[in-house]
């Protein structure tokens, strides 16, 4: 099965928690309009009672609003306002998108995640920036619009690959032939001096190019 995460750049720690103060603050104000009304009620009536262990029947209500916004938003959107402000969504490397492994990882993975922050911590420090609700889960939190560039290859590197070598003569120094790029390399042209000289052989267009200011020989 193809691996999602080709081809796509998993987002970091801080760009991520931006994302995350985000959300947090829109689902708090969400809740806390939607509970408002309630929060009048008498401090003994059954809203604000214990109802399990030490929370209220309002303390629950507010959980499950914000769990509820994180779960169905990343599951119908594979993202949040928060992530959609900074490019980010929530992907699986077998692009399986189950609402149940959603649920997992946006409730139990993210309480075992805030515990003393250590899970969120491992964003920057795994390989792929993963939480342990990441890693729970197998998601990745990666970039909507970015791609990875592939480093190329110096240019002068692809040329002396693709291209056999040409030997240089005894008077060049290797010292100086090590530091010419393929391009600035110079051409050497195998001419019998002696007949340039007696003009028994025509020389055309011969140039040195390791010389700016050599001209063309032009012998009839």
């Known amino acids: 099965m193809q691996n999602q995460l080709e081809n796509r750049v998993c987002a970091g720690f801080f760009v991520r928690l931006v994302a995350f103060a985000i959300d947090s603050f829109i689902a708090a104000l969400i809740v806390g309009i939607v509970k408002l009304p309630f929060s009048f ?3 003994d009536s059954f809203l604000k009672a214990n109802f399990l262990f030490d929370y209220s029947i309002l303390d629950v209500f507010s959980y499950i609003g914000v769990a509820a916004y994180f779960v169905l938003l990343t599951y119908f959107s594979h993202s949040t306002p928060g992530k959609f402000l900074m490019g980010l969504e929530v992907i699986t ?3 399986s998108f189950t609402f149940i492994n959603i649920l997992y990882r946006e409730t139990i ?22 939480g342990f609700h990441d890693m729970l ?11 990875p560039v592939p480093k190329l290859k110096n240019v002068a590197v692809v040329q002396q690959e693709s291209q056999p070598a040409e030997a ?3 008077d060049v120094p ?5 530091h010419l790029e393929p391009s600035q390399a110079p051409v050497y042209y195998h001419t019998d001096i002696n007949n340039v ?3 028994k052989e025509p020389v ?17």
């Open 41 to 43: 009620a008498p401090a």
């Open 93 to 95: 490397r077998d692009g």
């Open 109 to 130: 993975g993210r309480f075992l995640s805030s515990l003393l922050c250590i899970g969120y911590f491992a964003v920057l420090v795994t390989k792929d920036h993963q």
């Open 137 to 147: 889960c197998d998601t990745c939190v990666v970039y909507k619009n970015m791609m």
């Open 168 to 170: 240089a003569p005894d």
């Open 174 to 178: 290797a010292s100086e032939e090590k």
């Open 197 to 199: 000289q007696d003009k």
């Open 204 to 220: 055309k267009e011969t140039y040195d190019n390791m010389n700016p200011d050599s001209t063309h020989l032009d012998i009839n």
